[in-house]
């Protein structure tokens, strides 16, 4: 049992000789894990992943270390099922994004226990899923050799670089070098959400798609001269208008199915009675009715998201002093489109509404759009009844992302893949992903490592045993 000098944690575990262990493995390994320091660039995540091993080899876990280049590495651990069924996948990246040190309350490498929640950078995103995919591992080997689990699947644990920049050396990589390693039927890995609303968990977020994430770049061309004479045509303000126009619009309202199932299973829930009434309007067939529901919604940006292909201006890049007319001017565009929405379509229409010879609008890297995985598929079916044993009040959904993931690759595959950042979060919490103070509450940190390996049993387990799954 952990205890820190606010709060006594882990309160709601039962009395178990087994439970108790993985979810204390949670904690330390997350520790040890933030305080190795993985922010990429440059990654480095090889000291990690060596650590990864040490841990897995010492408990007669199978492990392969690859490195795609120096300093780089993807660790792959594997319990052995009886081949019955094809494998499933657990997996979380080692890398995290930067920091501001001084912005923070705590050392964003020191792994600190205050209050009730682990703080450091990577806490959340995504070495919180790291620690408990391990301490899930750690757990499923134990209950392998006492006799208390047999697989008919192998479990492939799964620890990756390079996805916090998108990078050459992420889980693509090993797609594409060592597939051997990683082929599964199914695959859990970050994306969703477990939001806690009003206090309370209310609805778990399992991400079956997401949007596909496109660079789209701006490039306004003109005159270049001394600023003290004014020019006609100026790059600067050809590119400002531009800006201004492609910002304005907005691409039409379509409902794909899993938003559809999105909506429909949260409005049964939702505690604001204009939202929850939306949502029910939106996959009505009268399309007025429908019309009304996208009204409303599309007033919350979050589901405006959902709803639509976005397009946000992130950078402009312009001159080199105040007393010079630059010939060129810049700006880059983030374009998440809806599964199916060709990205070239829309520069097609936004070149159009421009309709300026001297400005050019280009695709400059492209996401990956790939099929959805099944919300009436075994995996699903087995995280929702995970969640319920863990606790009956949360309603399990289909979600799309509106952010990317590496899990659109493994889509891309073939793997059912589906996403589930697996600790309830509150709004406070959830924002500091990528910010300041990241942490994750250890009573969430228990929640999600539970799931996590009652997902695996579930799915991994002799069908003939699984009467035998207790709820916890």
């Not at 099922?81 to 923070?104: F, K």
Request: glycine share 8%; hydrophobic share 45%; aromatic share 6%.
């Amino acid at each position: 049992m952990i205890v820190d000098s606010v709060a006594i944690v882990y309160l709601r575990i039962p009395n178990s000789e087994f439970l108790i262990p993985m979810i204390d493995d949670a904690v330390a390994h997350l520790r040890r894990m933030i305080q190795i320091d993985t922010t990429n660039p440059p990654g480095n995540e090889l000291p990690l992943a060596k650590y990864i091993e040490r841990t897995l080899s010492a408990a007669g876990v199978e492990t392969q270390l690859f490195e795609p280049v120096t300093g780089r590495a993807h660790l792959i651990g594997r319990l052995r099922g009886d081949g019955s069924a094809p494998p499933i996948l657990i997996t979380a990246h080692m890398d995290v994004v930067g920091v501001e040190r001084e912005s923070w309350s705590v050392d964003p490498f020191g792994g600190e226990i205050r209050h009730g929640a682990l703080y450091g950078r990577g806490a959340i995103d995504d070495k919180g899923m790291l620690a408990a995919n391990l301490a899930a591992m750690l757990a499923a080997k134990r209950d392998v050799d006492a006799g208390r689990l047999r697989l008919r699947r192998d479990v492939i644990f799964a620890a990756t670089s390079d996805e916090e920049t998108g990078g050459a050396y992420g889980l693509g990589w090993m797609i594409a070098n060592h597939p051997d390693a990683i082929r599964a039927e199914y695959a859990l890995n970050e994306g969703g959400r477990i939001r806690i609303v009003d206090g309370k968990p209310l609805y778990a977020a399992v991400q079956t798609t997401e949007k596909a994430a496109h660079v789209v770049t701006i490039t306004a061309h003109g005159p270049s001269g001394h600023a003290s004479v004014p020019l006609a045509g100026n790059a600067v303000a050809r590119l400002a208008r531009a800006v201004a126009i492609v910002t304005a619009h907005q691409e039409p309202v379509r409902l794909i199915p899993t938003v559809r199932e999105f909506f429909a299973r949260l409005s049964a829930i939702w505690p604001e009675a204009n939202v929850a009434a939306a949502m029910r309007d939106v996959g009505a067939d009268d399309k007025s009715v429908a019309e009304r529901g996208y009204a409303e919604l599309c007033r919350l940006p979050m589901y405006n998201a959902v709803l639509r292909t976005g397009i946000s201006a992130t950078v402009m890049s312009a001159g080199m002093r105040h007393n010079v007319i630059p010939a060129e001017a810049t700006a880059t565009l983030s374009v998440r489109t809806l599964p199916r929405d060709s990205i070239d379509d829309v520069v097609h229409r936004l070149q159009a509404m421009v309709a300026d010879d001297a400005v050019t609008i280009a695709v400059t890297s492209r996401g990956t759009d790939a099929p959805a995985s099944d919300h009436q598929s075994p995996m699903f079916a087995a995280i929702r009844d995970a969640v319920t044993s863990l606790d009956p009040s949360i309603v399990t959904v289909p979600y799309m992302s509106t952010g990317a993931t590496e899990s659109a690759q493994l889509r891309a595959w073939g793997v059912q893949t589906f996403g589930l950042l697996p600790f309830p979060l509150d709004a406070d919490d959830e924002s500091r992903m990528h910010g300041n103070d990241e942490r994750v509450p250890l009573n969430s940190l228990e929640f999600g490592t539970r799931l996590v390996f009652d997902v695996v049993r579930r799915m991994a387990v002799i069908p003939s045993e699984a009467r035998n799954l207790t709820s916890w």
